[in-house]
């Protein structure tokens, strides 16, 4: 059974860091991809990071490039997302998601996903 565990929200003040951890289970880690999405109240998902567990490519949204860092710990199966210099606009409940084969135009795309964990909260204070 995948199952993909997401952890790391709180609150946090504009300008401060968290760490989201996306822990994986119950597939082959490093022949999927992991991609972290978000949901503000009363907006569509979208589509914050993504990274392939096969070759290491990563993408971002324009939104949170130079800000956010995605990173894999194929060991643990566990993706991370370092998130830094943190806005009011982040705050959203965040998830992480997988698939096995990943097409890059496709890599931010919340419905080109197959499995989804359960949200964090991350909450960004002014």
């Known amino acids: 059974e995948v199952q993909l565990q997401a952890s790391g929200g709180g609150l946090v003040q504009a300008g401060g860091s968290l760490r989201l951890s996306c822990a994986a289970s119950?597939?082959?880690?490093?022949?999927?991809?992991i991609g972290w999405f978000r949901q503000a109240p009363g907006k569509e998902r979208e589509g914050v990071s993504c990274?392939?567990?096969?070759?290491?490519?990563?993408y971002y949204a324009d939104s949170v490039k130079g800000r956010f860092t995605i990173s894999s710990d194929n060991a643990k199966n566990t993706v991370y997302l370092h998130m830094d210099s943190l806005k009011p606009e982040d705050t959203a409940v965040y998830y992480c998601?997988?698939?096995?084969?990943?097409?890059?135009?496709?890599?931010?795309?919340?419905?080109?996903?197959?499995?989804w964990g359960q949200g964090t909260q991350v909450t960004v204070s002014s």
């Open positions: 998601a997988t698939r096995f084969h990943l097409y890059p135009e496709y890599a931010l795309v919340p419905s080109e996903y197959d499995y």
């Open positions: 990274i392939s567990n096969r070759d290491g490519s990563t």
């Open positions: 119950g597939f082959t880690f490093d022949d999927y991809a």
